[in-house]
């Protein structure tokens, strides 16, 4: 089987190298049967020149089953309504391949220290997953919204009923098989503004009609400002987290900080029959050429894509060989250590190989 490969902007394409080495290994050793197929054009550059369409990218994304993306976009390079070229192309893969359900496990790797005084090395653990809905919300706006005589800009903010049960009932489904929080407990943490607009009343109106169907499963609720205090002081009670689409880009950024960053949070775009993986980071320009980002997230990524495609015993390979590094004191400089990214993907790789 082939799979899609996007390399993306900045950073992207040197932990993307990262992944296919990987991946390469899996091919060798191993019996996993996917050809990647990598698009180096597809970057922002060719986005905003015009080589590169959206109408194209997406003739060619409906060829697989599964995308492995890098981080895409260049905050230097615009369209001319003024927002980033390459995002037209991230945004278009979710709303048009209706990859509707963005999960993003927030996860304290060992080794790993928190921010947070009193998580990781042993204390109290980090492991939640927050699913971000990610075919609708106020990010739909993003092919519509306008600026009126340079006087008003309108952004409008769309939550359907399909769109809130089919997401609310992917996060019960996925707190039915998790193990829960740290107590033990299944619940669900709807997370809105139903205090301030209609569209988010009616996100949590629908989540509690669909919330009846699982009585196995607990749940609650929360303003989302409220939330990223919570993140902060009791991210050990969370198990799984669902809100709308430009929250749960927010919020979950804020988690990531909290499990040592986004170089380490990696996720998934599902949808009913396809699915898009990356990291939640972008292309860090700040770092870009350097050799050192931290491809911890993007191999992530590729080990959710070889879970989704059938691949668990192989899924889990990686994703022990990344924990074992990690806890040897492997780290790259964002998260407090002197080696490449180079280096790290060997350290993984030998020890995916000594399986
Ligand atoms: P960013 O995530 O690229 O960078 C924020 C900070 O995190 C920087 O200091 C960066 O060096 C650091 N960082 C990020 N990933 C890292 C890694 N793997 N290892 C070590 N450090 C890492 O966010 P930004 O600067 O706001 O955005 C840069 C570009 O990426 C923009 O064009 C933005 O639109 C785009 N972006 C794309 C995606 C995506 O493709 N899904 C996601 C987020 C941002
Ligand atoms: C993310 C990114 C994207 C988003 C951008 C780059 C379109 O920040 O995947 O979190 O806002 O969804
Ligand atoms: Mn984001």
């Known amino acids: 089987m082939d799979i899609m490969v996007l390399p993306g902007d900045g950073i992207g394409p040197e932990i993307m190298r990262s992944a296919l080495r990987i991946l390469e290994i899996m091919r060798s050793n191993f019996n996993v049967k996917i050809e990647s197929q990598v698009y180096d054009n597809i970057n922002a550059r060719n986005i905003a020149s ?91 706006s993003h092919f519509g919204g306008l600026i009126l005589r340079d006087d008003v800009a309108i952004d409008i903010q769309t939550i359907t009923r399909k769109g809130t049960e089919r997401i609310v009932r992917f996060a019960f489904e ?28 009616f996100f949590r109106k629908v989540f509690t009609e669909v919330a009846r169907n699982y009585s ?56 009913d029959d396809r699915a898009m993986f990356e990291p939640v980071h972008g292309s860090a320009p700040d770092i870009a050429g350097k050799g050192i980002a931290n491809p911890t997230a993007m191999i992530m990524a590729t080990s959710m894509m070889l879970d989704w495609l059938g691949y668990s015993r192989e899924a889990k390979i990686i994703e022990d060989a990344i924990l074992d590094a990690l806890r040897s004191g492997v780290r790259t400089p964002d998260i407090g250590g002197k080696v490449t990214t180079e280096e790290f993907t060997n350290e993984i790789i030998n020890r995916v190989l000594r399986r």
């Open 216 to 271: 196995d499963v607990k749940y609650n609720f929360m303003y989302a400002d409220a939330m990223a205090q919570f993140m902060i002081l009791h991210p050990e009670m969370l198990n799984i987290v669902v809100t709308e689409n430009m929250f749960g880009d927010i919020l979950s950024e804020l988690a990531a900080a909290t499990v040592g960053g986004v170089g380490l949070a990696w996720s998934g775009n599902i949808g």
């Open 50 to 140: 015009g080589k590169v369409t959206l109408d194209y990218v997406l003739d060619e994304a409906r060829k697989y089953r599964a995308i492995l993306k890098g981080p895409m976009g260049d905050p230097n390079i615009r369209t001319k309504e003024g927002v980033e070229a390459g995002l037209d192309i991230i945004l278009g893969l979710r709303f048009n391949l209706d990859l509707y359900a963005n999960v993003r496990p927030i996860k304290l790797l060992p080794g790993v220290q928190s921010p947070l005084r009193d998580y990781g090395d042993g204390s109290k653990t980090i492991d939640y997953v927050l699913i971000r809905e990610n075919s609708e919300g106020l990010y739909s």
């Open 174 to 201: 996925l707190a039915r098989r998790s193990k829960g929080n740290a107590y033990g407990e299944k619940v669900v943490t709807c997370v809105d503004k139903s205090n301030v607009l209609k569209s988010f009343y």
